[in-house]
């Protein structure tokens, strides 16, 4: 299983990213995804999840209204657009799988998001 993480920067208060979530190794499918974050000197956070299906989502009080997740079942591929950042969103973003139990049972490397 490989979870492969990209698009994080730095962008000004206000601005976006996208960020990308390559996923191998594994029948995409049939998994449940999500975004978690990490600040600095804090515990990990859950931003986001989206089902198997694609078309229903889950958000964090903290980005709702601002971050939506998708995914490409066609590119094995999870995305989180991030609109109107700002600097408390500052975090390594981490791409997640759900196991059986909505455990995560395998992380990426993380992305580094900085709003500043």
């Known amino acids: 299983v490989q979870l492969v993480e990209s698009g994080g920067g730095l962008v000004q208060p206000g601005g976006s990213l996208r960020l990308f979530c390559a996923a191998s190794g594994f029948t995409f499918t049939t998994y449940v995804m999500s975004w978690i974050r990490q600040a600095p000197g804090k515990g990990p956070e859950w931003v986001s999840t989206i089902l198997k299906t694609g078309t229903t989502t889950r958000y964090s009080d903290s980005v709702k209204g601002r971050f939506i997740i998708s995914r490409d079942d066609a590119k094995n591929t999870v995305y989180l657009q991030m609109d109107s950042l700002k600097p408390e969103d500052t975090a390594v973003y981490y791409c997640?799988?759900?196991?059986?139990?909505?455990?995560?049972?395998?992380w990426g490397q993380g992305t580094q998001v900085t709003v500043s």
């Open positions: 997640v799988r759900l196991g059986g139990n909505w455990d995560a049972d395998y």
